[in-house]
């Protein structure tokens, strides 16, 4: 596993996996859905927490193992228990 990998803080619950790319090491996959979700639950509203999940979560790059965010069609979320 890479030792660089790195988390975004309070996003656990919306790991689904990691990305392996050619010759960089692998890092974190979430559901953007479900961070967005996470932010929701401290009260934000759906526009504030997208708009803040963008630019304060996904928009941020933290070095080679900055996280990465699916955007999960349907099934892919049915499939993954969602």
Known sequence: MNNDILFADG???AVIGTVH???MPPVVLYDEEKCIEIIMRDGASRDSAIEYFY???AGVYMGKGTPC???L???E???LGK
């Open 69 to 71: 965010f699916a955007r």
């Open 73 to 75: 069609s349907r099934e």
């Open 21 to 23: 790319r050619c010759g």
């Open 11 to 13: 996003f656990d619950d």
């Open 55 to 57: 630019f304060n979560v």
């Open 77 to 79: 979320a049915f499939n």
